[in-house]
């Protein structure tokens, strides 16, 4: 791990990216109760070779990388973990109810010459038991601010807060949380 902040800081160092530490705090308001256990979700984008596991997506013509400081999918799969704590759930990793997913879309598009800046979020979810999907779900956001420096964890953060208030009221809706 220290190799790749190093890495990264070498990036950073020399203007070809710029590392940023995301501290996410959980935002829902759904209460719930059970016990279950996060897999780690995937980046499909750096599972393709599209990007690094910690690189944010950017539009190709952006002169700068994003790279976080943890990889992509860890960073989402704890604040799925934050997420569910706040509401009420106890994480276990003995238990046979299982939430894993995949990021599909994770893209922050801004250029010098826009006003806004924009946080694209896909997510696939997927509640199993005992290997067997019970319930799937697929959430998309898109976050817009203003184009400064420094707004890309705001943004961030509120397309992963979106995504899980959604997936937690529907999936307990389906009676899976």
């Known amino acids: 791990m220290n190799r790749t902040i190093c890495v990264a800081f070498v990036l950073v160092l020399a203007g070809c990216g710029r590392l940023v530490s995301i501290d996410y705090e959980a935002t829902n308001m759904?209460?719930?109760?059970?016990?279950?256990?996060?897999?780690?979700?995937t980046y499909e984008p750096s599972d393709?070779?599209?990007v690094r596991p910690h690189q944010v997506e950017t539009h190709p013509d952006a002169k700068t990388e994003l790279l976080l400081v943890e990889e992509v999918g860890a960073f989402f799969s704890n604040a799925v973990k934050k997420e569910l704590l706040k509401s009420g759930y106890t994480?276990?990793?003995?238990?046979d109810?299982?939430?894993?997913?995949?990021l599909t879309?994770?893209?922050?598009?801004?250029?010098?010459?826009q006003m806004d800046r924009s946080f694209q979020l896909g997510v696939d979810y997927t509640v199993s038991r005992n290997n067997e999907a019970l319930f799937t779900w697929r959430c998309s956001s898109v976050q817009k601010g203003p184009n400064q420096m420094g707004g890309d964890g705001p943004l961030i953060r509120k397309g992963i807060a979106d995504c899980a208030q959604r997936f937690l009221e529907t999936a307990q809706r389906a009676h899976v949380l």
């Open 48 to 50: 393709m070779h599209r």
């Open 97 to 102: 109810r299982v939430l894993s997913g995949t």
């Open 91 to 95: 994480l276990s990793d003995s238990s």
């Open 105 to 113: 879309r994770f893209y922050l598009d801004w250029s010098s010459d």
């Open 30 to 41: 759904v209460k719930g109760e059970g016990v279950l256990r996060v897999s780690p979700f």
